[in-house]
C-alpha cells in the first residue's frame, strides 16, 4: 500500500511540474527588443547617452545615477501577470547588482527584481508580475549602487497572455 501512495504522490507532483512547464512555455511572446529599428524601438536612455553596438546591444553611458538607464514605455494592463527577461552586460567592475523597475504614472517605482553581472559575462535577469491600475507603465534597466556604470543590455522580452 505505501508503494502504490508513494507512486501516485511521485506522478501527482511530477504532473504538477509538467503542467507548471507547460504552461510557461506556451505563455506568448508579447514583445522582443530590437533596437536595430528606427527610434531604437521605443527605448531611450533616461538622463544618459545611449547607443546600438554593432551586435545590435543597447548601450549606456554618461550615466550619474543608478536611474540613469535605458527605458521604454509599454501598454501593459492592470491585473494581468507578465514575465520579463532581459541580458545585461558590464565590464567594467568584478560584479556589478542590476534592477528591472517599473514606474508607473512617471513615479511610483516597483523593483521587479535584480541580479549580479559579473563581469564580461552577460547575464540574464527574469520577474513575473503584476500590475496595478496606472495610466502609463515604463521599464528599465538600472544599477544599484553602481551610479556611473556603463552597460549594455539585449533581449528584453515581455510574455503575457495574448489578450493582454
Known sequence: MRKILAVLLAMALAMGCFSAWAEEETLPEL??????LDGMDGWFANNAT???TEEGAFAISGRSADWNAPKRVFDLKAGV???VTVEVYQDA??????KITVEQDGG????????EAPKGEWTTMEAVFTL???NEYALYVE???NASLDYQIRNFTIYGPAEA
Open 108 to 115: 511610483n517605482w516597483i523593483n521587479l527584481t535584480s541580479a
Open 93 to 98: 567592475v568584478e560584479a556589478a547588482t542590476f
Open 132 to 134: 496595478e491600475q496606472f
Open 31 to 36: 514583445y522582443k527588443s530590437d533596437f536595430t
Open 143 to 145: 544599477t544599484e549602487n
Open 81 to 83: 501577470e507578465y514575465k
Open 50 to 52: 545611449g547607443e546600438v
